[in-house]
Nanobody
Framework: QVQLLESGGGLVQAGGSLRLSCAAS????????MGWFRQAPGKEREFVAG????????SYANSVKGRFTISRDNAKNTMYLQMNSLKPPDTAVYYC?????????????????WGQGTQVTVSS
């Protein structure tokens, strides 16, 4: 089992940047594929980015490709989401998730553990 805690959210102007972190408990972080999801008010939770266990493979939603970068540091049990060129539609609660598998996926139901979320608000 793993526990996840997001941090780094906040209020930023359009065009600005934020870096989210997801700290994981336990000693088996490297055995989990990880993902970032977000949920805006009145909308369903959606995939943002994913990263495989080995750090070799990443995937992004089309809406964030070229602006967001997912990464992980297995030695620190932490995953990151660098968000640049933020836009008001990026406003949402951002969640990190862990999947006890090698491969990454955008399917919400494939993830086993979730954090509590961190709010990101982008003003115009």
């Amino acid at each position: 089992q793993v526990q996840l805690l997001e941090s780094g959210g906040g209020l930023v102007q359009a065009g600005g940047s934020l870096r989210l972190s997801c700290a994981a408990s336990g000693r088996t972080f490297s055995s989990y594929a990880m993902g970032w999801f977000r949920q805006a008010p009145g909308k369903e939770r959606e995939f943002v980015a994913g990263i495989s266990r080995s750090v070799g493979t990443t995937s992004y939603a089309n809406s964030v490709k070229g602006r967001f970068t997912i990464s992980r540091d297995n030695a620190k049990n932490t995953m990151y989401l660098q968000m640049n060129s933020l836009k008001p539609p990026d406003t949402a609660v951002y969640y990190c998730a862990a999947r006890q598998s090698w491969g990454l996926t955008s399917e919400i139901t494939e993830y086993d553990y979730w954090g509590q979320g961190t709010q990101v608000t982008v003003s115009s």
